[in-house]
């Protein structure tokens, strides 16, 4: 199956700086989607990205889809920016399960 | 719009009784997914449902645990007999085939 490998495991950020999550997969997929988890649980859709850029907010993203990687941008960081963020991916003609990679999990310190 | 709901929230079991985890898909959405997830790591798939069909359960342990997704009503993971091992939040997805959206979990605890 899909490998769906996550950097850096750990993050922790003062408030007000930008950081980059890293998610790189083994194989071509047509979904990639980015998710927060919240400290209460909660999984947070944040994009939709199989391929190029996004943006929404103070969030970010881009999926080079050739070269099998996703990168999740957080720029000005907030305490309310804290959680698990998770990378996963699916191939749609597949029936689009998605594979999770092991998570970021950050930490923004006021 | 309602998003995916999820019931009960929080389940407790004892050993050896039985589990039943609720999930209503997001409105127009026909494709259902349960995913498992254990604590400190990411979520694991477990079985895919379209209405009255069981597409995909790869994921799924092939004793104790069986899903339905009824012509009418939620879906529905069931999970027999369970184990302390068993302890874990449990997430559904629905989808109308590309992206997939969540539920709010049911942590299921089992003493």
């Known amino acids: 199956g899909i490998q769906v490998e996550q950097s850096p495991p750990d993050l922790i950020l003062q408030e007000g700086a930008n950081s980059t999550l890293r998610c790189n997969f083994s194989d071509s997929v047509n979904n990639l989607q980015w998710f927060h988890q919240n400290p209460w649980g909660q999984l947070i859709n944040l994009f939709y990205i199989p391929s190029g850029t996004k943006q929404n907010g103070r969030l970010s993203a881009t999926t080079v889809a050739t070269e099998r990687y996703s990168l999740l941008y957080i720029s000005s960081s907030q305490t309310t920016d804290s959680g698990v963020y998770f990378c996963a991916v699916g191939l749609n003609n597949a029936g689009n399960m998605l594979t999770f990679g092991g998570g970021t999990r950050l930490m923004v310190k006021p | 719009n309602a998003g995916v709901m999820q019931n009960p929230r929080h389940l407790v079991r004892r050993r050896g009784q039985e589990a039943r985890l609720r999930c209503s898909p997001m409105k127009g959405h026909s494709h259902v997914y349960w995913y498992r997830q254990l604590p400190e790591e990411g979520l694991k798939f477990m079985v895919y449902?379209?209405?009255?069909?069981?597409?995909?359960e790869s994921g799924m342990p092939k004793e104790r645990f069986s899903a339905e997704f009824p012509k009418e009503g939620p879906s529905i993971l069931r999970i027999q007999q369970v184990v302390r091992g068993d302890s874990a939040a449990y997430f559904c997805?629905?989808?109308?085939?590309?992206?997939?959206?969540f539920g709010q979990g049911t942590r299921l605890t089992v003493v």
């Open positions: 449902l379209q209405k009255e069909n069981i597409i995909d």
């Open positions: 997805a629905s989808s109308r085939g590309t992206e997939a959206f």
